[in-house]
């Protein structure tokens, strides 16, 4: 089962957005996909909104983020990041902080392929929690699907 962390944003945040999302996840070695081949069931919801997705990605090669998502000492195919959880957290948060200069919100879906929106744990936050949030739900590989809807102001 692949390991998945997708945003969305407002579609009229993306021209001033895209850019940066690149640059945050290039100084982390990560990728970035805004065009997808499979669509995960619980953004169907999304389909007929003015919304943008994209993929944050171990690298370009694969739409998945097995290694970004691992807990600290947890392997995935022999693979440990070696970076420090909290640490690569702070990518989602850095993402947001810049996102919500000019949107509203902004929100991630992180999980296993193929779960359906009911199936998510839905979790609204404030920017300043955002990231202790993130700390406590998704440090541990048999974690919740969970979504985050961020904002400056909850």
């Known amino acids: 089962m692949s ?3 997708i945003g969305i944003i407002n579609l009229q945040s993306l021209k001033e957005c895209k850019n940066i ?3 945050i996840l290039e100084e982390n070695n990560l ?5 997808f081949d499979y669509i995960e069931p619980f953004l169907k919801k999304y389909i007929n909104e003015e ?5 944050i990605s171990d690298n370009k090669d694969f739409d998945n983020c097995e290694i970004f998502l691992l807990p600290d000492n947890c392997y995935f195919n022999g693979i440990q990041n070696h970076i420090p959880f909290d640490k690569r957290m702070g990518v989602l948060v850095d993402i947001s902080n810049e996102i919500l200069k000019s949107a509203e919100e902004i929100e991630f879906f992180i999980g296993d392929s193929g779960a359906s929106f009911d199936e998510f744990e839905h979790l ?3 920017i300043n929690s955002f990231k202790s949030n993130l700390l406590q739900k998704v440090n541990d590989y048999n974690c919740k699907d969970l979504h985050f809807i961020v904002r400056t102001d909850c």
Not at 51 to 55: E, I, L, N, P, Y
């Open 124 to 126: 609204d936050v404030n």
């Open 3 to 5: 390991r998945f962390c």
């Open 21 to 23: 999302i690149i640059n």
């Open 51 to 55: 919304k943008q997705f994209f993929s």
């Open 31 to 35: 990728a970035c996909f805004f065009e």
